[in-house]
């Protein structure tokens, strides 16, 4: 029986979160709502709270976004889900887009061999046509195996979430999915996107610039983040490198473009590239968690 539940992950959220939310409450059986937020914002979660399909769960400040998703997913395969749709905040399907998403899935002939059905993520620097609304929009519905996808917006097999043991922990942030979706992999899951499934997904502040008539983006993140992403990648290509060779230098390739774009164009030079280097000792002495 098709079972659909939910998880969003909150932390700090700003007022547009309960409009992306209700992109997908009503097609979700039961959503559960994970606040990593020190400072709670009230008015959404007594928002979250009025509706009769929503479980809010204070998770006592930030334990990371794959412990939080981790809560989601055991609370529903307690609840007897066979599906969970992950969420971030900053995130909403456009119309339709999920309905297509869960057609999929549930009208799947090999669906028990699928670890993750995933939307297409539409990003700042991601071009695809629009529809007649002025909404965006793929140009097929075609369903196409991929290495690894984002978290948001996919709907994932619980069954094949047991068999791999979940999201990994001590990545606290970053990697976290394309670790599972390796993981996944290992294990023969296939992961599937339906490019007709438009999610709209905010990555933080990306910025460009005009390099030669060429838009060169570069994202902003906290020298803390820059610290995740270092380390956590370099243990990802550690862990799953071998099987997966041409995935591995593509990310080894992504830091290093990545901290030039820092030195170019980013602020804070110093400071990132001083959490860049701690990340890296930190990977190679096999410390992990939160940062202290």
Same mark, same amino acid.
């Given at each position: 029986?098709?079972?659909?539940?939910?998880?969003? =992950?909150?932390?700090?959220? /700003?007022?547009?979160?309960?409009?992306?939310? *209700?992109?997908?409450?009503?097609?979700? %059986? &039961?959503?559960f709502v994970v606040d990593n937020s020190d400072v709670k914002n009230m008015q959404l979660v007594s928002q979250l709270k009025s509706c009769d399909n929503t479980v809010y769960i204070d998770n006592g400040g930030n334990k990371g976004i794959a412990t939080a998703l981790?809560?989601?997913?055991?609370?529903?395969?307690?609840?007897?889900?066979?599906?969970?749709?992950?969420?971030?905040?900053?995130?909403?399907?456009?119309?339709?887009?999920?309905?297509?998403?869960?057609?999929?899935?549930?009208?799947?002939?090999?669906?028990?061999?699928?670890?993750?059905?995933?939307?297409?993520?539409?990003?700042?620097?991601?071009?695809?046509?629009?529809?007649?609304?002025?909404?965006?929009?793929?140009?097929?519905?075609?369903?196409?195996?991929?290495?690894? =996808?984002?978290?948001?917006? /996919?709907?994932?097999?619980?069954?094949?979430? *047991?068999?791999?043991?979940?999201?990994? %922990? &001590?990545y606290f942030i970053d990697c976290v999915d394309h670790e599972y979706c390796l993981a996944l992999k290992r294990k023969g899951y296939t992961i599937m996107v339906l490019t007709s499934s438009v999610l709209v997904h905010n990555l933080g502040d990306i910025e460009y610039?005009?390099?030669?008539?060429?838009?060169?983006?570069?994202?902003?993140?906290?020298?803390?983040?820059?610290?995740?992403?270092?380390?956590?990648?370099?243990?990802?290509?550690?862990?799953?490198?071998?099987?997966?060779?041409?995935?591995?230098?593509?990310?080894?390739?992504?830091?290093?473009?990545?901290?030039?774009?820092?030195?170019?164009?980013?602020?804070?030079?110093?400071?990132?590239?001083?959490?860049?280097?701690?990340?890296?000792?930190?990977?190679?002495?096999?410390?992990?968690?939160?940062?202290?």
């Open positions: 029986m098709f079972k659909l539940h939910g998880v969003v =992950v909150l932390y700090h959220p /700003n007022d547009t979160v309960w409009s992306n939310v *209700q992109s997908y409450l009503s097609q979700v %059986d &039961k959503l981790n809560i989601g997913a055991q609370r529903a395969i307690s609840d007897g889900a066979s599906w969970l749709l992950t969420m971030d905040q900053d995130s909403y399907f456009v119309e339709k887009a999920l309905s297509s998403l869960i057609a999929a899935v549930k009208f799947s002939p090999k669906v028990n061999y699928i670890g993750i059905y995933s939307p297409f993520h539409f990003t700042v620097n991601v071009r695809i046509v629009s529809d007649s609304t002025g909404q965006p929009s793929a140009a097929n519905g075609n369903l196409i195996s991929v290495d690894t =996808v984002m978290t948001s917006g /996919n709907i994932i097999n619980l069954a094949a979430y *047991q068999d791999v043991g979940g999201f990994l %922990d &001590k610039v005009k390099w030669f008539g060429h838009k060169i983006y570069y994202t902003n993140h906290s020298a803390t983040r820059r610290y995740y992403i270092t380390r956590n990648r370099l243990d990802l290509v550690y862990r799953h490198g071998f099987y997966f060779p041409v995935f591995a230098s593509h990310e080894l390739y992504k830091l290093l473009s990545e901290w030039l774009k820092i030195l170019f164009f980013e602020k804070n030079k110093i400071k990132k590239t001083f959490f860049i280097i701690k990340g890296i000792f930190d990977f190679i002495f096999r410390r992990f968690g939160k940062i202290s």
